[in-house]
Structure formats: C-alpha cells, structure tokens
C-alpha cells in the first residue's frame, strides 16, 4: 500500500505531508515544488538549489538524456545524482512531452523506465499520452486506455525501490478524469501527477485546472500524493495546494526568466518595464532593475539578467511555498487563497471554481483553527460554512425560539434567544466562543454574507417543522429575506430602534 506517503496536517484540501523516497534515502516535505532542470542548459546549478533555495527535490527529463548523445553516457556512467550535483530526491519524465509537442517518439514505457533505472532516478514517469484540453470525448477515451496501458507496463517494468508516477490524463472531461483517478488508484504506482495542465495553465484557465484536479482526486484514494504537471507559477499555488495538489515542478522560472519575465504572487511582470524590484531575495536586495538589464551588454558580468531573474523566479516560489505551508499549519490556507484570487481575474474564477466544491472540502477541513477572517463575499461561500449549517440541524430547540443579531438584552418571552450572525446564521449563545462562529466580520457587511446567514436560518426552520422561530435582523436586503421561509417572522430592528 502507499505507506511512503502521509499526511501529517490539512486545511481545506490541501495538507502538509512526507513523501518517502527509498531510492534517494530521504523524505520530502509536501507541497514540494521541484524545480525543472534541463539536462542541457543549468540556467541555476542544481548544486545550488538544496541549499539557497530549499529544492528537497527536483525534476529532470530522461527522454532528453537517452536522445542527447553528449551526455546519455556520462549520465549512465557516473549516475544522475553525480551528473547533476544535486544529493536531493531526483523524479524523471518520460518524453510524453515531447510526445505531445511533436507527435511522436521513438521509446516504450518498458525501455524508458529501464532507462530511467539505469540512469539512477528517484521517480520514474512511464510513456503516457498528455492529452489536450477541448478534444473531442472520443479522442480522449482511445489516448486514455493508451495511458492506461502505459502504467501497467510500467507496473511490470518496475522493480526495486524507484517510486513510479501514474499520470492520470481525461483532457477537460471530469468524468474521465475521475476514472482515471480511480484506475491509477488500482496500480502499485506510487505518485499520481495530474497531467496535460500546461496549456491551461498558460491560458491562465484556473477555474479549468482546479476542476481537473477536483475530479481527478474524486477517483484516487483520499492519501494519495498528487503532483500537478507543470504548475509552479507562485500566483497559483495557494490555489492548486488548496485544491489538494502535493507537488509542483516548474520550469517556468527558467523559461520565462529567458523572455525577461519576473513572477510574483500576483502575475508575472516585464524586465524591461520595472522600475523598482518589490522583493527582497538577494538578487532583487543587491540590484536594481535598471542594473540588471544592463548586466547583458557587460562582457565581464559574472551572470545574465537572465540567470538572475531565474534566481529571483526560483526564490519567490520558495517563499510562496512557504507562506502555503505556514497557513495549511495555522488553518489561514483559503484566505491565501481568497488575498491570491485579488491579483488576477483568472485567480478569482480558480477560487469561486474551488468553491463550488465546498462540500468536498468540508471533509478535510479542520473543525478548529485560527479565527476565520470574512475579507470578501466569496468568504460567504467557504466549507467552515457549510459545516455550522450541517450541525445546525443537528442541535436540540425549543418550542419557541428567537434569532437576533441584537446583542442586547431584552424581556421577552420566547423560550431561548440565539445569536444570529452573518455569514454562519443561528447559533445558541453557548457556541459563540467556539470556531468558526468566534470569526471576525467588517462592520459594514455585504449581501453575500446576509443571504449565507438567511440560508442558515432556513436550514434551521427545515431541520425542525415545529419550532416557531422569529428572526431578528440588522437591516437585511430583500435577497437574503427571500431566502428565509415564509412561515419565519421577521423583525427589522433597525426599524425597531434595537440594533446595535
Ligand atoms: N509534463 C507536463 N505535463 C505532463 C504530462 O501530462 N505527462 C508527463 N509525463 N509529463 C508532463
Ligand atoms: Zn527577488
């Protein structure tokens, strides 16, 4: 069983969690993002990655090994780890990229995980077909069942401790995705990357990628660690860990430093437009925009822009990834998120898309963490809420009962009075100091957040026919009135001269 993986903390969907990796004789902290290195062209010596910038481990291509004549020798010879210098888990693809570019290549599953035995690897890839987003169904079912055959080649051609990925591919079909989540999950392969993201990735098509993964973790065991193929930008990995991806590989931190791209958690900015560098790695601490786009014409420069723009790349994801770690740790991960979706349109749509799957989230969502922030409407929408609407229906009431968002004492006589808080709903008084109703809300509200609570109060009077409830509220619009049920009576205790 896949005891080399376990997770130790969750939030939302994302969690904290250690790969074993035999080969290598070390244990990865999840998410890990491995770096790309290109066997050919060391835009950052692998020798550095370990310790300047935390790389546990990193991703190179065996395909591109086995058809370089210059090195596939050397590679044989002294060993991947040597080759490289990097003393670090080391995963291997297989050439389904260039697969997928060029249509064709001249391996078998069976000869490239030997290959990538030979050659030393941690983590070996077989041969499968990454299928593009927006084909048609049945083109996307004939190179499913080829992958499919490729992961149990691989299955025999493993042997040893080298850990196997079982990419699982579908195009932009959920349904196929989720079969072959649960396919991959019948192999003894070990790690299940998410495969043929890259072009929705760099059409910035999140909302796409989030439902790939959401369905494609719906078909693989719920410990299963998941790797998403080629993302790494940092803008999108609050996001994709939230969704519960484990690992990232990126290569974009090379590819776009090359084009004079600098990242950062909120987009990707142009060498040649920036005036002021907002970060603080020691490539930005020791230069100036201007400085670097200069390093180019200068002869003597011990370094391109390029190669430190990939240094500056490497150093935002890292921190990034950190930050991601940090907040799975304190329960903070969707207000990440939620800050993450403010940088980017795209952003948003991943986030409201992960939202869409509050349920699922709901299951692996810790009942108890650090005060839960309302920073916008999509907040309304978040499992912490869904939950309290869950145990709502589970909580004993009286025969008469009044929900108030006043929290003024007053005569009365019903036989208990809850607090009534945007955006949860009801609650007795009892719970407020428990999460997540302990959670701080902006005194001047949104719709969002009063049609959630009007929802709550619904889900009550449904949860008990015999209950006469009177609802108290602050002023709220007509949408979330519409959503509380006719048999309810409500109050306005603006109107009233009692609200707070
Ligand atoms: N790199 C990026 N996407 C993929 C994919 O779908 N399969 C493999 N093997 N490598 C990838
Ligand atoms: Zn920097």
């Keep these: 069983m ?7 903390d969750h939030d939302a969907a994302g969690r904290i969690g250690r790969l074993e990796v035999p080969r290598a004789g070390v244990t990865v902290e999840t998410p890990a993002l491995l770096p790309v290195v290109n066997p050919n062209v060391l835009t950052v010596e692998p020798s550095r990655l370990r310790g300047e910038f935390g790389a546990e481990m990193l991703i190179t291509n065996s395909y591109i090994i086995r058809s370089t004549d210059r090195i596939r020798d050397r590679v044989l010879g002294e060993g991947l780890h040597d080759f490289l210098g990097f003393d670090g888990a080391i995963m291997t693809d297989s050439g389904s990229f260039q697969l997928a570019e060029y249509g064709d290549i001249d391996v078998t599953t069976e000869e490239i995980i030997e290959f990538q035995r030979r050659i030393g690897s941690d983590v070996a890839t077989p041969v499968d077909v990454p299928t593009p987003p927006d084909v048609d169904r049945e083109r996307a079912e004939r190179e499913l069942e080829t992958t499919e055959r490729a992961l149990a080649d691989a299955e025999a051609a493993a042997t040893g401790e080298m850990l196997v990925n079982a990419p699982v591919q579908g195009s932009t079909f959920p349904d196929l995705r989720e079969a072959a989540g ?20 760099n059409s910035y098509r999140y909302a796409e990628v989030v439902e790939a993964v959401r369905a494609a973790k719906r078909g693989l065991d719920p410990d299963a660690p998941v790797h998403l193929f080629g993302a790494g930008h940092p803008m999108m990995l609050a996001l994709a860990v939230a969704a519960g991806c484990d690992l990232f590989d990126s290569a974009a931190y090379a590819l776009m430093a090359r084009d004079g791209r600098y990242l950062t958690v909120s987009g990707t900015e142009h060498l040649e437009e920036m005036e002021y560098f907002p970060c603080s790695c020691p490539v930005c601490a020791e230069h100036t925009p201007a400085e670097l786009r200069k390093l180019d014409d200068d002869p003597d420069a011990d370094a391109s822009a390029g190669q430190l723009l990939a240094e500056h790349n490497l150093h935002v994801t890292f921190e990034e990834l950190r930050r991601v770690k940090a ?37 692996t969502d810790p009942v108890s963490k650090d005060a839960f922030f ?3 409407h ?11 609407r869950d145990r709502l229906a589970r909580l004993e009431v009286p025969d008469r009962l009044l ?48 049609v959630a609570a009007a929802e709550g109060v619904a889900a009550l009077a449904e949860a008990n026919p015999e209950t006469a409830i009177t609802l108290g509220h602050d002023g709220w619009p007509e949408t979330a009135l519409d959503a509380v049920p006719d048999r309810v009576e409500t109050e306005d205790l603006r109107t009233l001269g009692r609200s707070e």
């Excluded at 192999?187 to 990735?201: K, Q, R, S, W």
């Excluded at 304190?330 to 349920?359: C, E, F, I, K, Q």
């Excluded at 968002?405 to 007053?410: D, F, G, K, L, Q």
């Design 403 to 450: 929900l108030t968002e006043s929290n003024a004492p007053s005569t009365h006589d019903y036989d208990a009075v809850w607090r009534v808080k945007p955006p949860f709903g009801p609650f007795p008084r009892a719970l407020s100091e428990t999460y997540p109703l302990t959670a701080e809300v902006p005194e001047r509200l949104d719709d969002a957040a009063q």
């Design 327 to 363: 907040a799975i740790r304190s329960g903070t991960l969707l207000d990440l998120v939620d800050r993450r979706a403010r940088g980017h349109p795209a952003m948003l749509d991943g986030y409201r898309a992960l939202l869409d799957h509050a349920n699922e989230l709901e299951r």
């Design 2 to 8: 896949r005891d080399h993986f376990e997770v130790r």
């Design 374 to 376: 309302y920073t916008s």
């Design 378 to 388: 999509e907040s309304a929408r978040r499992p912490e809420i869904r939950r309290h």
């Design 182 to 201: 649960r396919h991959a999950t019948t192999t003894d392969l070990d790690v299940f990357p998410v495969g043929a993201m890259v072009p929705l990735l």
